[in-house]
């Protein structure tokens, strides 16, 4: 079982719609950090969380310590916001202090 | 600079040919990260570096890669002897060392090998 689960895996949706991204995590976590990737391969932090709740534009991220989870939330998507956008987390486990475990990503393709 | 700045954005070279690939991190960011994404796939580990510890070299897939940094500050991944296999996207990033800090990312060096 990976570390770091995310669903859908792809997704496709409309102009305006509101779209949410799920992340699972199974290890204990420091923060948890939300990534944006462009078809040119570029990877932009939208946000890390270590618990609560973030807005940032459009954009929503929320996490749930508790229950190991954490969503993703774009209002009235658009078009540019077609990317992958990958969950990440943080924290100590292991030998390897400060190392990040990716999920696979989800694919997001909105169409006009 | 302003962000984590990779060079070169994109390398093709021949199967056999060493390569090196560059990360200039944030200024002041002492934990630094390389990561490669092969096609179809997630990000994968490959080696973390936090100030003057011993890198954590864990994820390097062979001893065909190897990693330095130096003065804490750039840090080279070279590749001898490419292979096929090699072609993927990497990936730099770096943070302050403190737990649970944000990581930035670099735009990544696109490497195929032909």
């Known amino acids: 079982k990976n570390e770091v689960e995310q669903s859908p895996q792809n997704l496709t949706a409309q102009e305006g719609e509101f779209i949410t991204i799920n992340c699972s995590y199974s290890v204990g976590i420091s923060a948890l950090h939300w990534l944006q990737q462009h078809p040119g391969g570029g990877i932009v932090s939208l946000f890390m969380l270590s618990s609560g709740k973030k807005k940032h534009g459009r954009l929503i991220a929320t996490i749930n310590i508790q229950e190991k989870h954490s969503s993703l939330h774009i209002t009235a998507s658009h078009p540019r916001d077609s990317a992958v956008y990958i969950c990440a987390v943080s924290g100590l486990y292991g030998g390897s202090q400060g190392n990040l475990i990716f999920g696979k990503g989800t694919k997001l393709s909105v169409k006009p | 600079g302003a962000g984590v700045s990779q060079s070169p954005s994109n390398k093709v070279t021949e199967k056999g040919k060493d390569v090196e690939l560059r990360c200039d991190p944030i200024s002041g960011h002492t934990a630094l990260y390389w990561y490669r994404q092969s096609l179809g796939q997630g990000l994968e580990f490959l080696i973390y570096?936090?100030?003057?510890?011993?890198?954590?070299k864990s994820g390097l897939p062979s001893d065909r890669f190897s990693a330095e940094r130096t003065g804490g500050s750039v840090s080279t991944l070279t590749i001898q002897r490419t292979q096929q296999e090699d072609s993927a996207v990497y990936l730099c990033?770096?943070?302050?060392?403190?737990?649970?800090?944000?990581?930035?990312f670099g735009q990544g060096t696109r490497l195929t090998v032909v």
């Open positions: 990033a770096s943070s302050f060392y403190r737990v649970g800090t944000e990581a930035f």
């Open positions: 570096f936090q100030g003057n510890s011993a890198p954590d």
